[in-house]
Nanobody
Framework: QVQLVESGGGLVHFGESLRLSCAAS????????VGWHRQTLGKERELVAE???????KYVDAVQGRFTISRDNAKNTVFLQMNRLSPEDKAVYYC??????????????????WGQGTQVTVAS
């Protein structure tokens, strides 16, 4: 089992920055990738940034060049640095962890864990 706790959300103004944190606990060695997603009312949750176990990152076009995903392996924490925020970035941000666990007979089972979400509001 993997547990995730997000923090760092809040209210900022147009052009300001925020850094979100996602702290993982439990079977962290089984995690293959961690992603940051966001969701606004009435819309589907979308992946905005992802970092893999080997450090490969990817971003959705809307945040490319403004957001940076990084990690501190010693603290089992993944960060999302968000710069030049705009009202379009307002959403609840969730982190997720995807990993693989193995049964006793060697069968791999892919799992995904979610945090509880943190609200980001950007005032114009």
């Amino acid at each position: 089992q993997v547990q995730l706790v997000e923090s760092g959300g809040g209210l900022v103004h147009f052009g300001e920055s925020l850094r979100l944190s996602c702290a993982a606990s439990g079977s962290v060695s089984a995690i293959n990738s961690v992603g940051w997603h966001r969701q606004t009312l009435g819309k589907e949750r979308e992946l905005v940034a992802e970092i893999t176990k080997v450090g490969t990152t990817k971003y959705v076009d809307a945040v490319q060049g403004r957001f940076t995903i990084s990690r501190d392996n010693a603290k089992n924490t993944v960060f999302l640095q968000m710069n030049r925020l705009s009202p379009e970035d307002k959403a609840v941000y969730y982190c997720s962890a995807e990993g693989t666990k193995w049964t006793e007979d060697g069968t791999p089972i892919v799992f995904r864990a979610w945090g509880q979400g943190t609200q980001v509001t950007v005032a114009s």
